[in-house]
């Protein structure tokens, strides 16, 4: 089918720059006019995203997939933290309406081959937040963020629980179906898997009573991967050489390299569940301490292009020396902020 369009007048003196397909009824795209609600707004990027891919729409947007659009999902979602990080709220606007693109391109395709619209989903979405808020929509009373939390907690087992029963309600119960971890993806960021699966069991107790304990099985950790060291090939574990990457690398029979890996794991998943008890997101304080790393590593690298050297022929002790000024440097212009 050939898509028409035709541009309607302007109403009120504004220049509504109307584009009707005449093909489908009731489908409008509004370019470059003010929009009079949040309504339209909307309206008018859902319809522009159809008609990047419709016939004659851009070439790039139709030859996409969902399979080709998952990494531009993840890169946008990043973008978004990285705006929150960094307090640009009006960079963050831009990088939330990057981010809406991905669920407008995601219903189009979906729409396109029958299986769901945006009405649906945003349909989902409305159905949800009411049902999930009976404190506010009911009449469950909630008095504090812990008595939502723990509303909220249940009212998704009770929805999983509904949602395998719909699926194969004659089918034999496994594990995995009737397990609280049910429906914590793998393919999210490790830190958050662990961070999702330690808080789904502590929801049924298995939690350590305090802080202590949790610093208690980190020791425990550490003290394991201190064991394993010791079978680590002489002379021990060294920092690799400078120059090409792996030079200097001491070689590890794979049975230790695979404990050594496994006990690194529980060291990392002891410190999410740290995060989680003191209400830390851990992927967000590790984002934070990678900037942190990079801004003094640079304010390092200008010190040393400013006297002509560079960090690869630099001692360990200047360059120590030069990383507690950077520290210095930053807690100081911190203070005069």
């Known amino acids: 089918m050939r898509l028409r369009w035709k541009r309607s007048s302007a109403q009120g003196g504004v220049p509504l720059a109307l584009f009707t397909r005449i093909d489908s009824p009731l489908r409008v795209i509004y370019i470059g006019c003010r929009m009079a609600n949040t309504g339209e707004r909307f309206e008018r990027a859902v319809a522009i995203m159809e008609r990047l891919r419709a016939p004659g729409g851009c ?3 139709r030859e996409q997939t969902f399979d080709s659009i998952k990494p531009y999902t993840l890169e946008e979602t990043y973008e978004v933290l990285e705006a929150i990080d960094n307090r640009d709220w009006p960079e963050l606007a831009g990088e939330l309406g990057d981010l809406l693109l991905q669920v407008l391109f995601y219903a189009e395709m979906a729409k396109e081959q029958q299986t769901f619209s945006i009405d ?10 009411v049902d999930r808020h009976p404190h506010v929509f009911g009449a469950v009373r909630a008095d504090t963020s812990a008595d939502v939390k723990r509303n909220w907690e249940a009212l998704k087992v009770e929805e999983r629980k509904k949602k395998q029963s719909a699926v194969a309600p004659e089918a034999a ?11 914590v993806s793998s393919a999210m960021p490790s830190l958050l898997e662990a961070h999702k699966l330690s808080s789904r069991a502590a929801q049924v107790g298995f939690d350590w009573p305090n802080v202590e304990g949790l610093f ?7 003290d394991e991967l201190r064991e394993h060291l010791q079978e680590f090939p002489a002379p ?13 690398r ?4 794979q049975a230790l390299q695979s404990r050594l890996e496994e006990e690194i794991g529980d060291l990392f998943f002891v410190l999410v569940n740290i995060a989680r008890y003191l209400s830390v997101d851990p992927e967000s304080a590790l984002r934070k301490t990678n900037r ?45 902020a």
Do not use: C, I, Y
Request: proline share 5%.
């Open 120 to 129: 649906d989903v945003l349909d989902r979405l409305s159905t949800k937040l």
């Open 216 to 222: 208690e099985k980190l020791h425990e950790e550490t």
């Open 173 to 183: 119960p496994n594990a995995e179906q009737n397990s609280v971890l049910a429906g």
């Open 236 to 248: 021990g574990p060294r920092p690799q050489g400078r120059g090409v990457a792996g030079s200097g």
């Open 59 to 61: 070439p790039w947007d």
């Open 250 to 253: 001491t070689a590890v029979p």
């Open 292 to 336: 942190k790393f990079k801004r003094r590593f640079q304010w390092m690298e200008a010190r040393l292009h400013e006297s002509g050297r560079s960090a690869d022929n630099t001692s360990m002790e200047d360059l120590e020396s030069l990383w507690q000024q950077a520290k210095a440097h930053e807690r100081s212009a911190e203070g005069t």
